[in-house]
T-cell receptor, first 115, second 110 residues
Framework: KAGVTQTPRYLIKTRGQQVTLSCSPI?????VSWYQQTPGQGLQFLFEYFSETQRNKGNFPGRFSGRQFSNSRSEMNVSTLELGDSALYLC??????????????FGSGTRLTVV | GESVGLHLPTLSVQEGDNSIINCAYS??????FIWYKQESGKGPQFIID?????DKRQGQRVTVLLNKTVKHLSLQIAATQPGDSAVYFC?????????FGRGTSLIVHP
């Protein structure tokens, strides 16, 4: 079965712009979680969506937002980009909300560079 | 909240040696701990997990040890191979969404 698909793989944006990243979960998975990965901070949780509802949110400013569609695909948006937003953004899907250790499958990520 | 971190950013080993990657966590709220492997250009892949009521769990060439007294977790890789070169990071989860450390880059020299 197809894995978690994230598009685009790479993005270069200018400070002040906004960006939208997409994540298609594994077929049948209803939960999508987003993480930001940087060398200095590691993997940091952004938010989780389950059945089109945001279930959990990490400690990120309001410039970071997301949504989930009825087909479980999810998008995250970052507005007014800052240089510090440069990172690898990872999406993980699971069958259910907070499925435990076995349940998360990660995509390959979107590498965002802000210049 | 939970805080999970790794001790060393880089670990270099010779092919065939055993590797030990360490991790510390800040509180005892986790129901489980996980290890992920991330190769260059790829997303993290699940390696092994351990429930918080266990001390040791073995997989294929990997062993995870949990020491709740000192809040320490380790991943042991036996007979390390070049294909094991990657970033390894630990995470903890339970009633909350998993949190992860920064990662240790394992470099395997032939």
């Amino acid at each position: 079965k197809a894995g978690v698909t994230q598009t685009p793989r790479y993005l270069i944006k200018t400070r002040g712009q906004q960006v939208t990243l997409s994540c298609s979960p594994i077929s049948g998975h209803r939960s999508v979680s987003w993480y930001q990965q940087t060398p200095g901070q590691g993997l940091q949780f952004l938010f989780e969506y389950f059945s089109e509802t945001q279930r959990n949110k990490g400690n990120f400013p309001g410039r970071f937002s997301g949504r989930q569609f009825s087909n479980s695909r999810s998008e995250m948006n970052v507005s007014t980009l800052e240089l510090g937003d440069s990172a690898l953004y990872l999406c993980a899907s699971s069958l259910s909300h907070n499925p435990g250790s076995y349940g998360y499958t990660f995509g390959s990520g979107t590498r965002l560079t802000v210049v | 909240g939970e805080s999970v971190g790794l001790h060393l950013p880089t670990l270099s080993v010779q092919e065939g040696d055993n590797s030990i990657i360490n991790c510390a966590y800040s509180n005892s709220a986790s129901d489980y701990f996980i290890w992920y492997k991330q190769e260059s250009g790829k997303g993290p892949q699940f390696i092994i997990d351990i429930r918080s009521n266990m001390d040791k769990r073995q997989g294929q060439r990997v062993t995870v040890l949990l020491n709740k007294t000192v809040k320490h977790l380790s991943l042991q890789i036996a007979a390390t191979q070049p294909g094991d070169s990657a970033v390894y990071f630990c995470g903890g989860g339970g009633s909350y969404i998993p949190t992860f450390g920064r990662g240790t880059s394992l470099i395997v020299h032939p």
